[in-house]
């Protein structure tokens, strides 16, 4: 574990001084905030991850079409040649 | 805690998953507990402040995920609040501070010699520099925060044995060093 240092605090902390802080209005708002932020970014993610996919499903579908090409074969190439 | 003080904070928790509002009531009642406990570990009341309003807006957005384990809920935000301390010195990368009261150090101690010995509680504070951080954090919680073995043991991720082991040592040492009387209700 890492170091510490330990202080002797000699007044107690008033009722008050926490009362400063106490805010449910804001925690609500804060945690309305970053709600919609983390939906943002899953949406954001969602929508990136949909359209690699298409890119990745086009990039496949094009190499798959230069691929299928028909390739003249031999027994064509003699059939040509014995017509003309 | 009564069982039915248990209840009752769970019927608000189930009202609080569907509901925000409804948070609000555990929220004022557990606000200077949090506070206090997050201020005795940073010595700055505005930062204090800022990492409570960060452990309940983490509580709120955990709430789904709340499930009862024998705890009372506020075990559960004490281990939001250890977190959140935490993640604050990973970030700042300074030492972890423990302020303690000099008021519950009288209550802690029941010195061998009567009345307030100023240089034993120095030489005490210096120890207490020396010992694991650890080791500071169960006691904290043991006897600033009131929390049993149980509690404790969630609080800091470990086991019941662990937490109990590691304030048996504490204790032994202090009291072997300091000739104090600690009281121990393990």
Not at chain 1, 11 to 24: E, H, K, M, T, V
Not at chain 2, 5 to 12: D, G, M, Q, S, V
């Amino acid at each position: 574990m890492g170091k510490h240092e330990i202080r002797l605090r000699r007044q107690r902390l008033s009722a008050r001084g926490s009362d400063r802080f106490r805010n449910y209005g804001a925690v609500l708002k804060q945690h309305g905030e970053e709600k919609r932020i983390k939906l943002i970014t899953r949406i954001f993610t969602f929508l990136f991850l949909i359209i690699a996919l298409i890119i990745v499903l086009i990039v496949i579908a094009r190499w798959e079409n230069k691929h299928s090409e028909p390739q003249p074969n031999a027994s064509s190439k003699e059939i040509i040649n014995k017509i003309t | 805690m009564t069982e039915d003080e248990i209840r009752k904070e769970l019927a608000i928790l189930e009202r609080s998953k569907k509901d925000s509002q409804a948070f609000g009531e555990l929220y004022e009642k557990y606000f200077d507990r949090i506070f206090n406990f997050i201020y005795r570990q940073t010595d700055d009341e505005e930062l204090a402040g800022d990492l409570c309003s960060q452990t309940f807006v983490n509580a709120l957005h955990n709430l789904p995920k709340y499930e009862f384990r024998g705890f009372p809920f506020s075990a559960w935000l004490y281990k939001i609040a250890g977190n959140e301390v935490n993640k604050h010195y990973r970030k700042n990368k300074g030492n972890k501070i423990f302020s303690i009261e000099e008021l519950k150090v009288r209550e802690l101690v029941e010195q061998a010699t009567e009345g307030w010995d100023e240089e034993l509680v120095e030489r005490l504070i210096k120890y207490m520099n020396e010992l694991p951080t650890d080791m500071i954090q169960v006691l904290e919680l043991r006897f600033f925060e009131d929390k049993d073995f149980k509690e404790i043991a969630f609080i800091l991720d470990m086991t019941e044995s662990g937490a109990k082991m590691r304030t048996y040592r504490a204790i032994d040492k202090l009291r072997t060093n300091f000739n104090l009387k600690l009281k121990y209700n393990g």
